[in-house]
Nanobody, 124 residues
Framework: QVHLVESLGGLVQAGESLRPSCAAS????????MGWFRQAPETDREIVAA????????FYVNSMKGRFTISRDNSKNTLYLQMNTLKPEDTAVYYC?????????????????WGQGTQVTVSS
């Protein structure tokens, strides 16, 4: 199994940027398709973006297109989420997840391994 640890969330003002990362250990990141999910209080966990095992293919929820970029550096065993022009409604705990699949997946149930989450708070 792979162990995932998110970091570099934080508190920012609307319009600013953050770049959370997800470090993998125990197994190599290149074995998994990866996704970023988020969960705000009293809401269901939702997909934000996903990326194939090789990094060739990506998926974004429409509301994130043009603002968020998912990327991976398999040589560093790290997944990233560049978040620009942040809005207060982006406030949530952000989770990275790994799927045993070469292609990206968009539903949470397809992901086997999860990190503990990193808080992102955007003030207005």
């Amino acid at each position: 199994q792979v162990h995932l640890v998110e970091s570099l969330g934080g508190l920012v003002q609307a319009g600013e940027s953050l770049r959370p990362s997800c470090a993998a250990s125990w197994r190599t990141l290149s074995e998994y398709a990866m996704g970023w999910f988020r969960q705000a209080p009293e809401t269901d966990r939702e997909i934000v973006a996903a990326i194939s095992r090789s990094g060739t293919y990506t998926f974004y929820v429409n509301s994130m297109k043009g603002r968020f970029t998912i990327s991976r550096d398999n040589s560093k065993n790290t997944l990233y989420l560049q978040m620009n022009t942040l809005k207060p409604e982006d406030t949530a705990v952000y989770y990275c997840a790994a799927a045993v699949d070469p292609f990206y997946r968009v539903v949470a149930s397809a992901y086997r391994y999860w990190g503990q989450g990193t808080q992102v708070t955007v003030s207005s």
